[in-house]
């Protein structure tokens, strides 16, 4: 059983753009396809062990020059999907919109991933992460007691909401191509993938007795005696038992209910003293043999030394750093492993003769 991915075959042309295009074209280089990256002359070079940059090739063109923009429109005609994150327009004034392959390549896959979509009264306006989870509704639903609406650490309208949906419109216009030998435009915007994440805050907020994911004093992070931190998770009644029983704080007849929201203060300041007691590490031991949703708070490169994720290798090795391995898994076409992200132009005389582009 060869590694070579499930998408082996499909080609692939990603037009150099922003984080959540270029993490599509990372997950489609993942599964096997043959993805080239187009950059501009001088464009800065992702480095060798970017997640984002790696498993496929580079040709650069300007894109501002005639012969540039023939040179990308023969690979396009020749790929199965194009990639694009640019701002709404931008391909239709270089020539290198939808229309312009509806005759010479009708099969083409044609995925784009922006803001607020292309279509709409805020498609060019600008905004980042923050700006569509806020307006989606999450910021919202992710405040403290206190009413502080903080932003997640990871970007998530923009890989979730954006570079995920991309590629989830992706593959299935390629099923449906498959039936009828016939290519559309996919218009992945990450306010919509932001909203398409919120469905089950809205369930929360329908039903007041669910607890939230920001204010339960068992559901949280706690800092340890030695600074670093653990997170827990113990929503069930049996797993809020065993966090009890190993914190030593089953028998307390002081305790707050758990259901009592109003003492929710005090309970996460009795679990939060119990903590403070041992080092994070001397937690995690104790609760990896113990039941109770609760792990230690790792850092990246702790991550890849766990041995929970190194026994099924969550990580792996490109250019001397560790990155996050192809996924999903597969049991009868393999992902590749992983190749350094290329520098641009490194494929530029290679690409055009490998897929058939006329000099």
Not at 80 to 107: I, K, Q, S, T
Not at 143 to 160: E, H, K, N, Q, R
Request: with cysteine.
């Amino acid at each position: 059983m060869s590694p070579m991915g499930p998408l082996k075959g499909v080609r692939v042309v990603e037009l150099a753009s922003g984080a959540p295009c270029a993490f599509a074209a990372t997950l489609l280089a993942d599964l096997g396809a043959d993805v080239v990256r187009v950059d501009r002359p001088g464009a800065g070079t992702f480095g060798p062990a970017d997640p984002l940059g790696r498993s496929r090739r580079s040709v650069t063109a300007d894109l501002k020059d005639p012969d540039g923009v023939r040179r990308v429109r023969a690979l396009v005609e020749r790929a199965d999907v194009l990639l694009e994150g640019l701002r709404p327009g931008a391909c239709e004034r270089l020539g290198l919109g939808p229309e312009a392959f509806a005759e010479a390549n009708p099969g083409l896959v044609y995925a784009r991933v922006s803001g607020w979509g292309q279509t709409g009264p805020w498609a060019r306006r600008p905004g980042h992460d923050i700006s569509f989870l806020a307006l989606a509704g999450l910021l919202d639903a992710d405040a403290d007691a206190a009413g502080s609406a903080a932003p997640p650490s990871t970007y998530l309208s923009t890989f979730a909401g954006g570079g995920l949906l991309q590629v989830l419109g992706v593959l299935a216009a390629l099923h449906e191509r498959s039936r009828s030998g016939r290519g559309q435009v996919v218009d992945a915007a990450m306010v919509d993938g932001a909203a398409l994440l919120e469905v089950m805050v809205r369930q929360w907020r329908e039903n007041p007795g669910n607890v939230t994911v920001t204010d339960a004093p068992f559901y949280t992070t706690y800092p340890c005696q030695d600074g670093r931190y653990v997170a827990v998770g113990a929503i069930e009644g049996r797993f809020y038992d065993v966090l009890l029983a190993q914190l030593g704080l089953d028998g307390d007849a002081g305790l707050p209910d758990r259901d009592d929201r109003a003492a929710w203060p005090l309970l996460r300041d009795r679990i939060g003293q119990a903590f403070a007691a041992r080092p994070r590490d001397y937690w995690a031991k104790v609760f990896a043999e113990h039941e109770a949703c609760v792990v230690p708070v790792l850092g990246p490169e702790e991550a890849a030394e766990h041995p929970a994720l190194r026994d099924r290798a969550t990580f792996t090795e490109v250019a001397g750093r560790p990155q996050p391995s192809p996924a999903p898994r597969f049991s009868r076409t393999p992902s590749p492993a992983p190749r350094p992200a290329p520098r641009p132009g490194d494929d530029t005389a290679l690409v055009p003769d490998d897929w058939g582009v006329p000099a």
